[in-house]
Every structure is written in C-alpha cells, then in structure tokens.
C-alpha cells in the first residue's frame, strides 16, 4: 500500500494550537523543562494488535518495523507517510534497512530477513525485486543500482545481481570466504566494499571484481558490531574491548581504545567524538583525533542525537532520555521515556526520533528550532508526490496553490489531519 499523509502530525506555526492526543506519552512541561518541543508526531498505519518493535534513520527516511513483518516508511524531516507494506510474517526478524547507492544520490531500500531480500522504491513502497536467497543472512545488506551486498552466517560475504533477478533468484557476481560467520553491517568506500566476520577479521576489496586492497586486518576478538565509515577512517568495535579506527585506503590502525567489556553494540560518529557503549559498564565518549576518553557514564546505554553542545543519550534501562554536556559528560537533565518502544540513533543533527508503545511515531527538537509553515509542509508534500529523485533529492516541482485548502483548514485544530489505511496484511 502506497500513501502519504500526516496522519495526527503537529504544526504549531499553521495559526493554531496543538491540541493533546490522548495516547501522547511525553509530557508537555517534562518537554519544556529539558528544552525541547514536540516537532511532529504521526500515528503509524499498522493493524489492530500489531506494534512497532524497531526503527531506524536512512538520510531523510524513519523506517519502523512491526512484530508482524510490516514496514511504515515516514518522511523524518516532516512526519508524513510515505507507504506501509507487509515485508515479512513476522515469524523471522527483519534486519536494518539501507539504500541503494546511486550515482547521484540514494536510491531504492533494501530489507533482509533469513533467506529473503526486497528492494523497495523508497518514495512509493513499490516492490521492485523480492529475492530468494540461497544462504542465510547474517548481517544488514548494502548495494547499488545493479548489485546487492550481503554478510551469511555460513562466512562469506556475497554479491549478488538483483536488478535482473528473474523469478526472484538473484545471478551470483562473487563469493568471499571469511574465517567466521558475518553477523557484522558492511559499509562502502567509493568503489570498495569493507566487512567483517567473527575471525576477528576487516576485510577491504572492490565492490565490483572482490580484488582485495589490502590485507586482512585481525583484530583479537569476533566482530558483530556494524562497521562506520567516516571521513576520518573506519571505526570498528571487537570482542578484544576494543575500539579501532583504521585507515580505509590501507587499513592501517590509526588508534586502539581499550574499554572494559567486549564490544557488540555499533559505534557512532557525531561531531569529533565517537560513542561507544560497552556492556555492563555503560557509554564513552572517545575523542576520534587522539582515541582519548572525553567521558563515561555508567547509567548510559546508547547515543540518541546532539545539539549544540548538548548530547542527547538513552539511559541504560531505556526509560529515560539524559541531556548532557558534550564536552564533559554531566547531566544537564533527565526526561522520563517510560513509553517509548524504540529510539532511534541520529548522528546528523538534532531531530530525537522516538516510537510509543501506543503505535506514535515522534519527532523532538530543541525549543528554539523553528516548525516548518503550513507553506513550507505543503509544499514539500507536494515535491515528494510529484517529485523523481535526481541527484539525492527530490526534483523541485511548483507548490501548489494551497489558499483553499488552508481555509478548509482553519477549523481543524491538527491543521494537517489526514486518514491512513492500516497495513494490508498483502
């Protein structure tokens, strides 16, 4: 099912008040003492009994998960719908998305799960491939506009030519053979592919011909954790306890930080620290120049966002969000999340993406950031339905003349309600 609405989202710039709903589960006041407002919210579009369990940022796309295999996709800068789809039966756990990598920008989504694959048009939720696999998949998939990129637990990485896949069997480009499972998110490098395995190993080749570019980097325990490319390297987290940043051209070890525990959780790159969380001790902020410990909190489990020179982090029960200062670590303020299922990772900017166990998809941002006008929402509605993508964004097209549309608004205190079908069970 294709759609895109804003099913239940807030604009308090479109001359009116927000007017609660009864299923919010964040206090306005809580807000407004840790310095944050309510950007948008959206009802998600899934069947009675279903229930998000994960979510995750794409460049400018939320992607939520349900216990039942459905997929919602949002527009995260805004909060409008852009599809729902049934994925899965919800028997086998759906994977972390990526998209396609195109010559001009990010193209279609890609979503594993066991021994299958579909690329998604990321716009309109059209299937463009559904993959058979003959191998069962171990790690989140990554690819472009010809070729998917995928981990197995049997310890290769494949590549696999999906986008002339005829009944669903994808042609095998070519097979690396590691020395363990590969449960561990690969990466791109321009035209190299980076990945790892359990051996302990990175492995580094061109995506297209497997040639390797250098040797296999060992490190002294399995890797599970998704590898992240920056500009300053690539970070990798090993069951040795230990943080890494390799060079990518030659995979060289710029620096090693050691922490307490094995490291299973991926680290995030925001700004000049890298966040790193080490289980039963809690997270640390590494400085990415020197591998130094800025800080660590014990009572922290994950990076959320940042803002300024404020760090948002998820606590270690998960049931609170901690506000803290980003140079030193201390805490500024604590605001209660008991009811948010999922929390999503954004190291871009200052946008908090949070999922209720009520089905609502939320967007917080720091008080002083200005809502987009009832103008501005409509117009980038209307790109997204009319727009083709062309060089990583959506092709400009005119807004349409809203001036009687917003009239008939003026009596709707939502401003920008709309109705969305739940998810065809397709």
Same mark, same amino acid.
């Given at each position: 099912?294709?759609?895109?609405?804003?099913?239940?989202?807030?604009?308090?710039?479109?001359?009116?008040?927000?007017?609660?709903?009864?299923?919010?589960?964040?206090?306005? %006041?809580?807000?407004?003492?840790?310095?944050?407002?309510?950007?948008?919210?959206?009802?998600?579009?899934?069947?009675?009994?279903?229930?998000?369990?994960?979510?995750?940022?794409?460049?400018?796309?939320?992607?939520?998960?349900?216990?039942?295999?459905?997929?919602?996709?949002? %527009?995260?800068?805004?909060?409008?719908?852009?599809?729902?789809?049934?994925?899965?039966?919800?028997?086998?756990?759906?994977?972390?998305?990526?998209?396609?990598?195109?010559?001009?920008?990010?193209?279609?989504?890609?979503?594993?799960?066991?021994?299958?694959?579909?690329?998604?048009?990321?716009?309109?939720?059209?299937?463009?491939?559904?993959? $058979?696999?003959?191998?069962?998949?171990?790690?989140?998939?990554?690819?472009?506009?010809?070729?998917?990129?995928?981990?197995?637990?049997?310890?290769?990485?494949?590549?696999?030519?999906?986008?002339?896949?005829?009944?669903?069997?994808?042609?095998?480009?070519?097979?690396?053979?590691?020395?363990?499972?590969?449960?561990?998110?690969?990466?791109?490098?321009?035209?190299?592919?980076?990945?790892?395995?359990?051996?302990?190993?990175?492995?580094?080749?061109?995506?297209?011909?497997?040639?390797?570019?250098?040797?296999?980097?060992?490190?002294?325990?399995?890797?599970?954790?998704?590898?992240?490319?920056?500009?300053?390297?690539?970070?990798?987290?090993?069951?040795?306890?230990?943080?890494?940043?390799?060079? $990518?051209?030659?995979?060289?070890?710029?620096?090693?930080?050691?922490?307490?525990?094995?490291?299973?959780?991926?680290?995030?790159? $925001?700004?000049?620290?890298?966040?790193?969380?080490?289980?039963?001790?809690?997270?640390?902020?590494?400085?990415?120049?020197?591998?130094?410990? +800025?800080?660590?909190?014990?009572?922290?489990?994950?990076?959320?966002?940042? %803002?300024?020179?404020?760090?948002?982090?998820?606590?270690?029960?998960?049931?609170?969000?901690?506000?803290?200062?980003?140079?030193?670590?201390?805490?500024? %303020?604590?605001?209660?999340?008991?009811?948010?299922?999922?929390?999503?990772?954004?190291?871009?900017?200052?946008?908090?993406?949070?999922?209720?166990? @009520?089905?609502?998809?939320?967007?917080?941002?720091? $008080?002083?950031?200005?809502?987009? @006008?009832?103008?501005?929402?409509?117009?980038?509605?209307?790109?997204?339905?009319?727009?083709?993508?062309?060089?990583?964004?959506?092709?400009?097209?005119?807004?349409?003349?809203?001036?009687?549309?917003?009239?008939?608004?003026?009596?709707?205190?939502? +401003?920008?309600?709309?109705?969305?079908?739940?998810?065809?069970?397709?």
């Amino acid at each position: 099912m294709s759609c895109l609405t804003t099913a239940t989202v807030i604009w308090l710039a479109a001359l009116g008040q927000y007017v609660p709903d009864r299923s919010d589960f964040l206090a306005d %006041h809580a807000l407004q003492a840790a310095s944050l407002q309510r950007y948008w919210q959206a009802e998600l579009p899934l069947l009675p009994g279903d229930a998000a369990v994960s979510a995750t940022l794409v460049d400018d796309a939320l992607y939520v998960v349900s216990r039942q295999g459905s997929a919602v996709a949002l %527009h995260a800068p805004t909060g409008l719908a852009l599809w729902a789809r049934r994925l899965t039966d919800g028997l086998l756990p759906i994977l972390q998305p990526a998209h396609l990598r195109l010559e001009d920008g990010p193209g279609p989504v890609v979503f594993v799960a066991d021994r299958g694959a579909q690329v998604l048009d990321r716009l309109t939720g059209k299937v463009l491939a559904d993959l $058979a696999l003959p191998f069962p998949v171990g790690a989140p998939a990554v690819g472009d506009e010809e070729t998917l990129y995928l981990g197995s637990s049997d310890g290769s990485m494949y590549a696999l030519q999906w986008s002339t896949a005829r009944l669903g069997r994808p042609t095998r480009v070519w097979q690396v053979r590691t020395g363990g499972p590969i449960r561990s998110a690969p990466a791109f490098d321009g035209d190299d592919l980076l990945f790892a395995s359990d051996d302990g190993s990175v492995y580094s080749c061109q995506a297209y011909n497997k040639v390797r570019n250098w040797r296999p980097r060992r490190t002294g325990g399995p890797i599970s954790a998704g590898l992240v490319l920056h500009e300053s390297g690539v970070y990798v987290a090993s069951g040795d306890r230990s943080l890494y940043r390799l060079d $990518a051209f030659s995979g060289t070890v710029i620096w090693r930080q050691r922490l307490p525990m094995p490291l299973r959780d991926d680290p995030v790159v $925001a700004g000049p620290t890298v966040y790193q969380y080490s289980q039963q001790t809690g997270l640390f902020a590494i400085d990415i120049d020197t591998g130094r410990i +800025r800080w660590h909190r014990p009572d922290a489990r994950r990076f959320v966002a940042r %803002h300024a020179d404020r760090v948002y982090v998820l606590s270690g029960d998960a049931e609170r969000l901690l506000v803290l200062d980003g140079s030193t670590g201390r805490l500024r %303020h604590s605001l209660d999340i008991f009811g948010a299922r999922a929390v999503v990772t954004n190291p871009s900017d200052d946008a908090i993406y949070l999922v209720s166990n @009520t089905n609502q998809a939320v967007c917080l941002r720091p $008080a002083d950031v200005p809502y987009l @006008t009832f103008k501005e929402l409509t117009a980038i509605r209307a790109r997204l339905l009319r727009g083709t993508e062309a060089g990583g964004e959506f092709e400009a097209t005119p807004p349409p003349d809203e001036s009687d549309e917003a009239d008939s608004l003026l009596d709707d205190p939502l +401003r920008s309600r709309r109705e969305i079908s739940p998810v065809a069970g397709d």
